[in-house]
């Protein structure tokens, strides 16, 4: 991993996901480097051409004394949009929770969306935070096809487990069922794995992205070449996905769950 100090012009900024305020992105590039990261497009903007996507960080620097958390009151923040508020170095380099600690009269609604079992170190910060939810991204219970698409982020099974202690800890919880693979994510059981300590569900569809399809096409060809025909489909007729999204929004309705289903076939996604 290529390690870098680089100061930052700002933390929060302005953010162009719908429902979302802010982002805070504490870290630029990401030790998960999931295959399928639709945030690689920042190394083009960050001065890393040549660099690949998982294999270098930037640590920001900045004064987070000038965070003014009544500045965001009544918006929506979300860490992170392009990197993981909770890679491994977050333990040594704390810019996370440095942020969230100057954040913490605010009454914005924070959202922290993470795939590392780390983030429990910081529930007794979440709990000062007046309207505040962890959600836990997960695409697969499958342990080994997870370490393949998604080599540098913690286990399936230590995320739920994180996502179980937040919640028993009295702190509102999500669980984000993304990407979705189709034919391989299997929502029902994650569902059944998460239900009594998961307050709400999201759903996002698998992006094919120019910089990805190569990438995924040689590892569904690799474990599941019974479903590359599929994923071409896929790839080329965003119709497909509407199947399943009704598939889901039956499954979510009978069990009166509180859901939402954001497939964009193409458009806006989020790590
Ligand atoms: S998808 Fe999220 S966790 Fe994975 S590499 Fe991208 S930013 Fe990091």
Redesign the pocket.
Same mark, same amino acid.
């Given at each position: 991993m290529k390690i870098a100090i680089r100061e930052a012009k700002s933390i929060i900024t302005k953010s162009n996901i719908p429902s979302i305020d802010f982002v805070i992105n504490p870290y630029t590039g990401?030790?998960? %480097?999931?295959i399928?990261?639709?945030?690689?497009f920042m190394i083009r903007f960050t001065g890393h051409k040549g660099d690949k996507? %998982?294999e270098f960080l930037d640590i920001k620097t900045f004064d987070f004394d000038k965070i003014k958390p009544q500045k965001y009151n009544g918006k929506r923040l979300l860490f992170?949009?392009?990197?993981?508020p909770y890679?491994p170095l977050e333990l040594k380099y704390q810019n996370t929770k440095r942020i969230l600690e100057k954040l913490i009269s605010t009454t914005a609604h924070v959202s922290i969306l993470?795939?590392?079992k780390f983030v429990v170190r910081d529930i007794d910060i979440f709990k000062k935070f007046d309207d505040l939810e962890v959600g836990i991204?997960i695409s697969t219970l499958d342990e080994n096809f997870a370490k393949i698409v998604?080599k %540098?982020?913690s286990r399936p099974i230590e995320r739920l487990d994180a996502l179980k202690e937040i919640h028993e800890n009295g702190i509102k919880t999500y669980t984000f069922i993304s990407p979705f693979f189709p034919y391989i994510t299997d929502y029902k059981a994650i569902v059944k794995k998460t239900l009594d300590y998961t307050d709400s569900y999201m759903f996002e569809n698998l992006n094919f992205r120019p910089h990805n399809v190569p990438r995924i096409l040689k590892i569904i060809e690799n474990h599941y070449p019974r479903l590359l025909p599929i994923y071409q489909k896929f790839r080329r007729d965003n119709s497909l996905w509407e199947k399943i999204e009704s598939e889901i929004d039956a499954y979510c309705k009978e069990l009166n769950l509180v859901y939402k289903i954001e497939f964009h076939h193409g458009g806006f996604s989020?790590?």
């Open positions: 990401c030790q998960h %480097g999931c399928y990261c639709y945030a690689e996507w %998982g992170s949009s392009v990197t993981d890679i993470t795939k590392s991204s998604e %540098g982020a989020k790590s």
